[in-house]
C-alpha cells in the first residue's frame, strides 16, 4: 500500500485529527461480505461494498493515543479492466465529500461540502417501482443498499441479493436479504451463516 499523508482541516463542527497533507486516503482493505454467496466473475462488470477512511473521529475515540478515524460504506461498480467508476460520497458523520478512485481509496475534495454532487436515496427511489422503494425505506436502509439495488436493475444481474440486514450472535452473522428476479420480481429471505472477513489482497 502506498504511504499517504494527511494535512489538517480548519475547525468546524466536528472535531478533526491534526494529519499531514495527502491527496489519497487509503481504508484497510477490507470488502464487506454478508448473505448468501453469489457467482462473480473478475471479466465483467460487477458492484462491491467497501470501507472509506475520512479524516473524522467519533466521539468515543477523541482521547485515545492512537485516533481511530472514521469509516463509511460504499458502494462502487467495478468494470470489466478492475478500475472502479469514479463517484462521489458524502461522509455520514462529518460530511466532507470523497472522490472515489479505487476500492477503499479516495480523495478528500478540499473546500467543497455541497452534496449535491453525491447521488441521493430520493434520487435513487424516483426510478424504482414503488413496492421496492418502500420496502428499502421500511428496512432504513443506507444508500450503499439503495446504489447496489439499482445496479441490479440496471444491469438486468437476475438472482442477485442484496443484504438489507444483519446481526452477530455467538459467531454467525444473521438477517435478510432481498433477491431480486426482474423488474418486479423480488423476494426477501432470511439467512444464516459464519462470519467471515474477506480482503482484497
Not at 13 to 25: A, M, N, S
Not at 176 to 195: C, D, H, L, N, T
Request: hydrophobic share 35%; net charge neutral; aromatic share 8%.
Amino acid at each position: 500500500m502506498m504511504a499517504t499523508e494527511k494535512k489538517g482541516r480548519k475547525p468546524t463542527k466536528v472535531l478533526k485529527y491534526e494529519k499531514k497533507e495527502q491527496k489519497i486516503v487509503e481504508s484497510p482493505k477490507f470488502v464487506l461480505n454478508g448473505g448468501p454467496a453469489q457467482p462473480t466473475s473478475d471479466t465483467e462488470k460487477h458492484g462491491m461494498r467497501h470501507l472509506i477512511e475520512c479524516t473524522c473521529i467519533l466521539p468515543q475515540y477523541l482521547k485515545s493515543d492512537n485516533p481511530v478515524f472514521h469509516k463509511f460504506i460504499v458502494f462502487s461498480i467495478v468494470l470489466e479492466n478492475d478500475a472502479v467508476k469514479q463517484k462521489y460520497a458524502q461522509c455520514n458523520f462529518c460530511g466532507i465529500i470523497h472522490n472515489i478512485i479505487g476500492i477503499c481509496r479516495s480523495e478528500i475534495v478540499r473546500g467543497k461540502e455541497d452534496p449535491h454532487s453525491v447521488v441521493s436515496k430520493e434520487d435513487i427511489a424516483i426510478s424504482f417501482p414503488h413496492r421496492l422503494a418502500a420496502l428499502l425505506e421500511d428496512y432504513k436502509c443506507e444508500l450503499h443498499v439503495w446504489e447496489h439495488v439499482k445496479f441490479i436493475l440496471d444491469e438486468e444481474k437476475w438472482g442477485d441479493h442484496v443484504v438489507l440486514t444483519k446481526e452477530v450472535i455467538d459467531g454467525r452473522q444473521s438477517g435478510k436479504f432481498i433477491a431480486i428476479g426482474g423488474q418486479e420480481r423480488f423476494a426477501i429471505s432470511p439467512y444464516s451463516e459464519a462470519v467471515q472477513y474477506g480482503t482484497t489482497e
